[in-house]
């Protein structure tokens, strides 16, 4: 038997938490992407896949039928759960969720849309002085929301770019109180200086947060159509 040794339970707990916030920062993913992304064996990211969804950490889900075309079984995507996500959570969310509670509660409604205005503001005056020397808007500002907590990126789309946020560090308070996506969405579209439409949100139950953001020749035919 020398030579031989067990496997470690806290290395095997060190590689589940790389496989998991893996998921949190660069969205769901295969098996297959997983196990290249980090080194890992099929039979090895297979393992902790397993347990990761059996201890609700991380969820199943078939691929969308538009990214299935080849042939055969599709791989599953593994995606982030709300369990899993409250793991990588900011602390204080409780507290920050009753404190607009009793905000909205005592004085109304109308304060807790200030104070979302004034933390979308806050985003605002930061994230203009990060991308006040960047060509590519999109881009500086995808760099600046990871930098932020958000695990940022831009994907080409044909008429635009979506932005997608794969984590969200104020989640659980955004979806008791919708007004702080919103005014954030707002603070967006004036760094990129567009409009941009929200398409998902994580405070909303999705996986990911998705902006998308037209470029400007499809802005000016859409105003040219109306």
């Known amino acids: 038997m020398s030579g031989q040794t067990s496997p470690v339970p806290g290395d095997d707990l060190r590689t589940r938490d790389l496989v998991a916030r893996s998921i949190l920062e660069n969205g769901p993913s295969t098996a297959a992407v997983l196990g290249q992304r980090l080194g890992l064996t099929p039979a090895g990211i297979r393992r902790h896949l397993d347990l990761l969804v ?18 055969g079984r599709p791989s599953k995507v593994f995606v982030m759960s709300d369990k899993g996500r409250e793991q990588f959570e900011h602390s204080y969310d409780d507290l920050a969720v009753a404190a607009l509670k009793f905000m909205s509660a ?12 004034s933390r979308a503001d806050d985003i605002e005056r930061k994230a203009t002085v990060a991308l006040a020397k960047k060509s590519n808007k999109t881009e500086a500002l995808a760099q600046f929301l990871t930098e932020q907590g958000y695990a940022a990126s831009v994907t080409k789309k044909p008429m635009g770019e979506e932005l997608c946020q794969h984590h969200c560090p104020i989640a659980h308070v955004a979806s008791e109180f919708p007004q702080l996506c919103e005014a954030e969405t707002e603070a967006l579209s004036r760094l990129l200086g567009t409009h941009v439409q929200r398409l998902a949100t994580i405070a909303h139950g999705d996986g990911v947060c998705t902006t998308f953001i037209p470029t400007t020749t499809a802005t000016t035919k859409r105003k040219v159509r109306a």
């Open 54 to 71: 059996a201890d609700g950490v991380l969820q199943a889900r078939e691929p969308h039928s538009a990214i299935n075309r080849g042939r």
């Open 106 to 117: 005592q004085s109304g409604e109308h304060l807790v849309s200030n104070f979302a205005q």
